[in-house]
């Protein structure tokens, strides 16, 4: 069967994707990377260098761009201004990469995304020829705004960037999903397998996590973990789950013609 993932027209056989932030080195990194089996890696431009530090140590020299679509994102970025130029800079040091990440926060303590600002910046960045995937609150309203304006695919958050909550509002989610024509991928709040799964069973076209596997005890193993979930709540969906019966219970075996009967 298949069921590719397609976003601004190229197909990926993965569902996952996964950050490159808060590993213990860069060696970490590609071996939980390799686990997850993730073919779009995101980096934070302001935190990471992919060659805009000449003699440090390079992002891409362990994560090749022939191997991996490399995502760039704006994390750290609070306004539309700050988030349009970084994105400009990885583009010329991608040579002319399109597909990003924008994510423009309301605040530092929560990294809840300010969404006036994001939308400034995502109808900027869609002008300019970007194939922008945007971190999103999780309002339908704001969310079909956003799809409406261009973006290739849109992100809301289950719970706070890091805080492994998971899943916290899915009846929002499911509204997203079902009025959206784009890719809709759960982005922020994922704490274990459970929850990448989860997101996958509600239509979720992908989840994308990095802390969730960063700081996990084990963070090659739990990458493992984070694949299989995302490829069981996938096909879970796909298969289509029985009807919930509040009210009545329906035997396994059959009720009539029984022995001794």
């Not at 260098?49 to 000449?54: D, F, K, L, T, V």
């Not at 990003?100 to 002008?127: C, H, R, S, Y």
């Not at 919930?244 to 059959?254: E, I």
């Amino acid at each position: 069967m298949n069921d590719s993932l397609v976003i601004a027209g190229k197909s990926y056989g993965s569902r996952l994707l996964v950050g490159t932030g808060k590993y213990k080195d860069f060696d970490e990194t590609r071996a939980a990377i390799d686990a997850s089996g993730a073919e779009i890696v995101t980096v934070a431009i302001r935190r990471t260098n992919i060659g805009q530090n000449p003699g440090e140590p390079n992002l891409l020299d362990v994560l090749p761009p022939e191997r991996f679509t490399i995502l760039p994102n704006t994390a750290g970025c609070y306004t539309a201004d700050d988030a349009v130029r970084t994105l400009r800079l990885a583009r010329e040091l991608l040579d002319g990469h399109a597909l990003v990440k924008l994510e423009v926060l309301g605040d530092p303590k929560t990294l809840f995304p300010n969404m006036p600002e994001t939308l400034k910046a995502a109808e900027i960045l869609v002008k300019d020829g970007f194939d922008v995937m945007v971190y999103c609150a999780d309002d339908p309203i704001q969310a079909k705004m956003l799809e409406d304006m261009g973006c290739a695919a849109v992100m809301p958050l289950a719970s706070l960037i890091g805080s492994g909550m998971g899943i916290l509002n899915p009846w929002n989610l499911r509204l997203i999903i079902d009025q959206a024509k784009v890719p809709v991928l759960v982005d922020a709040g994922v704490g274990t397998a459970s929850d990448a799964a989860i997101a996958m069973e509600l239509g979720c076209d992908g989840v994308l996590m990095n802390t969730a596997i960063a700081h996990a005890k084990n963070p090659v193993l739990m990458a493992s973990a984070m694949k299989k979930a995302v490829e069981c709540g996938r096909e879970a969906f796909l298969a289509g789950r029985m009807p919930r019966k509040f009210y009545s219970a329906d035997p396994s075996s059959p009720t009539s013609d029984l022995i001794g009967s």
